[in-house]
């Protein structure tokens, strides 16, 4: 929805506004087999760097690769075939001293017009994801099907998220309850995991607008297979603000 849509794009303004690398800005030409080399500003973590060619001189780059000095060694983080306006290039975190991009094959002189280094976390870092697995202070599973939780106080949540278990059935329809007293329950979310059987992966819901409650009930209508699916304390992370 709309409001989802602005917290991504608060999301990528806070991940580029802090470049990592000193000196990305400054444009270079290269031919087949150049290379640069970038210093980072400190020590902290990337797992994303950005490409950029200069396309009002044209699209040349054909291969290229990155490689980040960690140690004494170059480590390569990535490779491509085309850099074009933009293309972000994803690794595993790591903390290298360098960074060098290596264009392999170009049509005559690629202009490159910018390298930068970022750190992404991962999309749940951007709110207080609560696992249950983890028993938070004062929080209690008080019945296991319906799955329902007392928080112990009064939360602000935004959301969950549900992790399918490979060896288990999978939940495909729910509905998700908030109470304040564990005795009168408000529906917040009445909805399906549409794609979860052929795309078994993490599932994020989040609620049309912020709730505050301190139980939360999580009932499982129906399974990817027709059977009874129930919620596990495992597979639930509580979004809150």
Known sequence: DSRRLIEFGDYLSYVFKNDKLSDGHNAWRAKPGDFKEFDMK????????????????????????VEGLIG?????????????YKRLIKFDDCTPSKIRVTILETRE?????????YFAPAIDDSFNSMPISNNPSGWKVI?????TLDM???????????????????????????????????????????????NPIKQRVMFKQQVKARFIRFQSLVGI???NAPFAPTQIKILTK
């Open 42 to 65: 400190d020590g902290d973590p990337i797992n994303t760097i950005l490409l950029q060619e200069d396309i009002l001189k044209g699209q040349r780059v054909e291969v290229f690769k």
């Open 72 to 84: 004494s060694e170059w480590i390569k983080l990535g490779e491509g075939t085309t850099i074009g």
């Open 109 to 117: 002189k690629a202009a490159m017009k910018r390298v930068g280094a």
């Open 143 to 147: 019945a296991n099907d319906p799955f």
């Open 152 to 198: 112990s106080k009064t939360m602000v949540i935004e959301g969950f998220t549900y992790t399918p278990d490979p060896q288990k059935e999978s939940v495909f329809a729910y509905t998700v309850e908030i109470s304040n007293d564990g005795k009168n329950w408000k529906e917040v979310r009445n909805n399906e995991f549409a794609n979860i059987k052929n």
């Open 225 to 227: 297979d027709g059977g």
